[in-house]
DNA sequence: CTTGTAAGTAAGTATTACTCACCATGTGGT
DNA sequence: ACCACATGGTGAGTAATACTTACTTACAAG
């Protein structure tokens, strides 16, 4: 019989915190179940009472990632009142979240994506939240004036989540450092002011 | 003993035929070689004989058809000279690419990235060929004046990169529709003119 | 006291990627 | 002609891994 989720045992929560410790390590695909329930110091059947499978595990353990993640984007958000500012935040504030947060990103932007039970996840759910809070933003920019008419507020979302996505790849793979500061003023710069000369 | 790769035997080329077939229809991590041998009528061994792992066969099928690719590429962008124009028919015709084969998409948007390996495989190395093709043509467009001086030609590509990745993102995923005519014209219109009012 | 259920265990099992020893067929050198 | 040897291909393994199942213990409510 499996956990009905009504509680939260002690098991879960050290495996839980454990998946997460393995993967600043290595990539998830690498980390056994046999070794995420030794890390747990639990059984290894245990995983298996409370999570449908390990990638039932993984999601569960991003979408608590971001949680945290939405809520500091929204309380940003709701400093300035200008739509441009408010892309802006977004734009640093996604740079930033993806700096400090290597592992979370690494399996965001590289880990997740090959399965399509991840689109179909509770930790797909935040994203979808996290993108939806701009798409808001763009089409009261829209309707404010702020913003061009006639933008297509979808295409513009794409090459936002896009530029932000991209911009970390190099770090991520790579490990290399990120201006982030730099970067998220130049993405701005495009994207509002456009590079026609 | 492996395989020296002077040759291209019947063996091989159905093996990577079947990975090709099976791709279109499930994702990389559940194709079994057992199925891939089977699809190809021959043994799971020879697999091995000609591909260090799964993997190296993954990205053996992926580079034949990004050669293709990048080939189409470079002849429709030296129909003009303007670097504007360039990146405009590099834009359209990667979402017309990414349409056309989605299969070949799906592997590049979400099945290649989650391994480290593929960062030093030979289909990477199509990628930094397509990519320095772009950088190449912004860094001209800044020194003719066509674009702002000033731009950082890295971070404009990696906002034109990431805009047309996620443009076909929820095509590939979802199987949704896009029409690549409308969405790249706005893809360039934003990043080329910017989307403030 | 009993009944039910949640927490956790231990020992499987089926599947999977990958290996290895072997066979068959040409092909070139002496 | 005969040997050496590389190429193309086989099929029976093997170790490891995700997942299952039958079981025990603890404990709370009625």
Redesign the interface.
């Known amino acids: 019989m499996r956990h009905k989720g009504k509680t939260n045992p002690p098991g879960r929560i050290r495996i839980m915190k454990s998946l997460s410790d393995l993967m600043a390590e290595k990539?998830?695909?690498s980390i056994t179940t046999a070794e995420i329930a030794r890390n747990a110091e639990v059984t290894e059947g245990l995983i298996y009472k409370y999570f449908r499978d390990k990638k039932d595990l993984l999601y569960q353990v991003l979408k608590e990632h971001f949680e945290a993640f939405q809520k500091k984007i929204e309380t940003r958000v709701n400093e300035t009142g200008s739509c441009?500012g408010k892309l802006d935040i977004i734009i640093y504030t996604s740079l930033e979240s993806y700096a400090a947060n290597r592992v979370f990103s690494k399996i965001l932007?590289?880990?997740v994506?090959?399965?399509?039970d991840f689109?179909k996840s509770c930790a797909y759910e935040m994203v979808q939240t996290y993108s939806r809070t701009i798409l808001n933003i763009i089409r009261q920019g829209i309707d404010t004036?702020?913003?061009?008419?006639g933008?297509?507020p979808v295409?513009?979302r794409?090459?936002i989540?896009?530029?932000?996505?991209?911009?970390c790849?190099g770090e991520i793979?790579?490990g290399r450092e990120l201006d982030i500061d730099?970067?998220s003023r130049?993405?701005s710069s495009?994207?509002?002011?456009?590079?026609?000369?």
């Open positions: 990539d998830f695909h441009v932007l590289l880990e994506r090959n399965s399509l689109f004036g702020e913003l061009k008419p933008t297509d295409v513009l794409k090459v989540l896009g530029a932000i996505e991209h911009a790849l793979i790579f730099r970067v130049e993405i495009i994207i509002f002011q456009g590079v026609k000369a």
